[in-house]
């Protein structure tokens, strides 16, 4: 059975810090996917990474992808405050006729001023 | 882009009642998913389906139902709803790319009273 483990579950930081949201899954796979959700909406594609080594940067975030170590990060630069979210990964099997995607339970994010 | 609509964002039904709930997705996807989301829970699976008329529990089927009569439409029923079924509920759908990228709904959020 596919995990997927986020850490942390919660993070509160101050506007201007960097941090980072860790992913670990336990099989193989090289197709990891980033989620946000704000309060009370569903939940909006950030990023896709395909394979090993793979990184993708939108604004103040940032995503990687070790399929080696089985780990993905999301970092955050410079946070701002409308970056307060919770944040989910997901996996896929990795092969063609398995359409389902194992979520992590989601880093709720809080920017303070 | 890609456009899941669900038939309610709040629902409020009494215990014993029938509930249907409806997605309807424009971009001709073949796989659609139904999730419930529960604060500390994450997402979790219920049903999905790959193709029309053609379905697969999830992780927790259990008191739902699902039909998929047509390639955009998926609904979820409730056969006879139960305050434990209070919850949110979204709808993803997806197809083929290399990949599965999920697309999410804008949630329902039920309320069995």
């Known amino acids: 059975e596919l995990k997927v483990e986020q850490n942390p579950l919660f993070l509160s930081m101050q506007e201007g810090k960097n941090y980072t949201i860790y992913c670990n899954y336990s099989?193989?796979?090289?197709?990891l996917y980033w989620y946000r959700q704000d309060p009370g909406k569903s939940l909006e594609s950030l990023f896709v990474?395909?394979?090993?080594?793979a990184v993708k940067q939108e604004g103040r975030l940032m995503a990687s992808l070790d399929t080696k170590a089985r780990l993905s990060t999301l970092h955050i630069t410079a946070a701002v405050h409308d970056l307060s979210a919770t944040y989910f990964c997901?996996?896929?099997?990795?092969?063609?006729?398995?359409?389902?995607?194992?979520f992590g339970t989601g880093t709720r994010l809080t920017i303070i001023p | 882009d890609v456009k899941v609509t669900q038939s309610s964002r709040y629902l409020v039904k009494r215990t014993g009642e029938k509930v249907f709930l409806e997605c309807v997705q424009d971009?001709?996807?073949?796989?659609m998913f139904w999730y419930r989301q529960d604060p500390g829970l994450g997402l979790r699976l219920i049903y999905f389906?790959?193709?029309?008329?053609?379905?697969e529990k999830g992780d927790i089927p259990e008191g739902y139902s699902v039909s998929r009569e047509k390639k955009e439409r998926f609904s979820l029923i409730l056969e006879s709803a139960s305050t434990n079924q209070t919850s949110m509920y979204l709808c993803?759908?997806?197809?083929?790319?290399?990949?599965?990228?999920?697309?999410f709904g804008p949630g329902t959020r039920l309320t069995v009273t």
């Open positions: 997901a996996v896929d099997m990795n092969n063609f006729g398995n359409e389902k995607l194992t």
């Open positions: 971009m001709d996807h073949e796989n």
């Open positions: 990474l395909l394979s090993n080594g």
């Open positions: 993803a759908s997806s197809f083929f790319n290399g990949f599965y990228e999920q697309y």
């Open positions: 099989t193989t796979s090289d197709r």
């Open positions: 389906s790959y193709d029309v008329k053609m379905k």
